[in-house]
């Protein structure tokens, strides 16, 4: 579980990480990334209906992914919003291993680990 502080709840900040911030791109993620000016880093998951119309698979992918930000949050560099959005179906499919090594690469790419 990822603790209040590293939530990134308001909508308002994430209409402004989509339009200001920066992006990273793998197959299967999309990263937006913006400065926030705090001593920590704070996280949202998208998972959209187009990845899945089912409620218990896009919850499953979310797990997923806070289960890797619990363990990672630590390593990752401070002061920054950042949007994790699901960009592919297929990850529901892949084992957590997998899912774990993308997110690796995605976070790599934004310059985030």
């Given amino acids: 579980m990822i603790t ?3 939530r990134l709840l308001r909508i308002h900040k ?3 990480i989509f339009r200001e911030g920066k992006r990273a791109m793998t197959p ?8 926030n ?4 880093s704070r996280f949202s998951i998208v998972v959209s209906l187009k990845i ?12 997923r992914i806070r289960a890797f930000l619990h363990t ?5 560099k401070k002061g920054s919003d950042v949007i994790i ?3 592919s179906s297929v990850v529901a499919l892949l084992p957590y ?15 985030l680990i």
């Fill in 72 to 76: 990672t949050i630590p390593t990752i």
């Fill in 52 to 63: 899945s119309k089912k409620a218990v698979e896009r919850n499953r992918i979310k797990r």
């Fill in 28 to 35: 299967f993620f999309v990263v937006y990334i913006r400065e």
């Fill in 37 to 40: 000016g705090l001593s920590i």
């Fill in 14 to 16: 994430f209409e402004e």
């Fill in 97 to 111: 291993r997998d899912v774990e090594r993308e997110l690796i690469q995605v976070l790599k790419k934004a310059q």
């Fill in 4 to 6: 209040k502080v590293h």
């Fill in 85 to 87: 959005r699901v960009n």
